[in-house]
């Protein structure tokens, strides 16, 4: 017989996931290594790079192993950029003087907005489709650069600003990372962009995302990382 857990059980769960290639496991905030909202970001815009250089460099005789790096892909993205969205863009618009961190805020946001809409498509597409990698491509083109730019600009800013305001940059990084435990695991470009209607449409999305996720492929210990060690187009830039 089919139990279904009750929803405050499900939210509580990162993922329905148990055995990625690198096990995603929860640790209690108070043990958690503290580390600055910079250092959070550039982890998983690394991952987002090798997930995408994975997929990219499976060959077509292997559509399991690219399904399993599409939905790793898919899941990572949508996790982050939200998690931003809730948490990090409203820092900049706090704490960013003279209408700099609204502007910046807007600008990423709508950024977003474009990866979104690409990534609704390549969700739904399967490694034999004609458009499969080229969509992907077109998705990193703007992540890519996306990424680049908060590295380079947005965070040191950021970081400065906390430090003049007497703010902990890395509370706001265990703000970003608990964020990403309870937001939706799949593209949803028509869905808010800001709080507090962003994180409404999330809890809405959340558990049916949650629903789906568990009956995708996803990597494994075992999964090839055919991209392993390579570096994406355009995103050689953002590393140092």
């Known amino acids: 017989m089919l139990r279904i857990q009750p929803l405050t059980r499900a939210l509580a769960r990162p993922s329905p996931l148990t055995s990625l290639a690198r096990p995603f496991i929860i640790r209690p905030l108070s043990t958690a290594a503290a580390t600055p909202i910079t250092d959070a970001i550039r982890r998983d815009h690394r991952e987002l790079e090798s997930h995408y250089n994975n997929i990219m460099c499976t060959p077509s005789s292997d559509p399991d192993t690219a399904v399993r790096w599409q939905n790793q892909f898919v899941w990572s993205l949508a ?42 498509k390549f969700q739904n597409l399967l490694p034999s489709d004609a458009e499969f990698k080229t969509t992907l491509e077109t998705i990193w083109r703007v992540l890519s650069t996306h990424m680049a730019e908060e590295e380079r600009e947005d965070l040191p800013a950021l970081e400065q600003a906390l430090s003049k305001a007497g703010e902990s940059s890395e509370k706001l990084a265990a703000s970003f990372r608990r964020t990403k435990h309870f937001v939706p695991t799949r593209s ?32 494994k210990e075992d999964t090839p990382q055919p991209g392993k060690g390579k570096s994406a187009g355009g995103a050689a830039e953002i590393i140092g």
């Open 188 to 219: 949803h470009p028509n869905a808010p962009d800001k709080p507090p209607y962003e994180t409404a449409a999330g809890l809405l999305s959340m558990p049916m995302d949650s629903l789906m996720d568990m009956f995708k492929r996803f990597p």
């Open 79 to 120: 996790r982050h950029s939200i998690a931003e969205e809730l948490v990090v863009y409203p820092a900049f618009e706090e704490h960013i003087p003279s209408g700099a961190g609204k502007a910046m805020a807007d600008k990423d946001r709508a950024e977003h907005q474009q990866v979104k809409e690409h990534l609704k």
